[in-house]
């Protein structure tokens, strides 16, 4: 298998909302046979961890120029939109 | 699902639940929940406070796919003892900001009040609120909800559904 991809779950206190958003993201990903790995963190952590992962996807606004891929979406608890966010996520991925 | 995993349905405090709550503002929302799970043991004396000013920070108001919005006020784990949910239904909407966008308010109606301790041991249960948030009948629910049976019974509907 090939290495899993890293996407980095950012939230405010990286308990709560980031731990909703990572286990959709790995269960949906499994389910379209993408190998993905998440690591939750404060969106104030990202600066420091943004070089380690393939994409960020972030609930609470994030400094710009991280140098990566970054996804802003609350889809993964209102459900607004979902299907597309996870479409989007897995074009990253795949690239 | 095993009966004694810490879901939802056995989180929420039944003396933090405030149904048809009158109030003026999301921290009048938040202060009177945390003194209810205060007084039950379950947080600390910084826990109201520290929600409160996790909320100016990073805001935590939800637009959701139906007429009704949420939010779900949290904060760090030292704050807290033990797990525990609080849940107010509001007459009239407060203001919250919105978690994606702190310059926009959103009215709110449906408030989850989380005391978190170990993310991964509260996972089922966060998958729960959300399951909650993204069902629109669900909240309709939880607002008309006139009892601690009736929000059992909204709960448990999409409890056992995901189980």
């Given amino acids: ?95 | 699902m095993t009966s004694n995993s810490l879901n939802l349905l056995n989180l929420l405090v039944p003396e933090a639940v405030a149904l048809n709550l009158k109030a003026a503002s999301a921290e009048e929302v938040i202060r009177l929940l945390a003194a209810a799970l205060l007084q039950g043991g379950y947080v600390r004396e910084t826990f109201a406070q520290a929600a409160l000013e996790r909320e100016a920070r990073l805001p935590t108001g939800l637009q959701l796919a139906g007429d009704i919005n949420a939010a779900i006020p949290h904060t760090d784990i030292e704050h807290v003892i033990r797990p525990a949910v609080g849940l107010a239904t509001l007459v009239e909407p407060v203001v919250f900001k919105n978690m994606i966008d702190p310059s926009q308010s959103i009215p709110v109606r449906l408030v989850f009040l989380l005391a978190l301790e170990q993310p991964k041991s509260q996972v089922e249960m966060l998958q729960q609120v959300a399951t909650v948030l993204q069902n629109p009948q669900v909240v309709q629910d939880l607002i008309q909800a006139q009892s601690l049976e009736a929000v059992h019974r909204a709960l448990a509907a999409v409890i056992t559904a995901q189980s």
């Fill in chain 1, 1 to 95: 298998m090939s290495k899993p991809k890293v996407i980095l779950v950012a939230c405010g206190t990286a308990i709560a909302t980031s731990t909703v958003v990572a286990h959709a993201i790995e269960e949906e990903m499994k389910k379209r046979g993408l190998n993905v790995t998440t690591r939750q963190c404060k969106a104030t952590e990202v600066p420091s961890l943004a070089a380690d992962a393939d994409l960020i996807v972030t609930t609470t606004p994030l400094p710009s120029n991280l140098g990566k891929p970054v996804i802003q979406t609350l889809a993964f608890l209102t459900g607004i939109g979902k299907e597309e966010v996870l479409k989007q996520i897995e074009e990253i991925l795949k690239q």
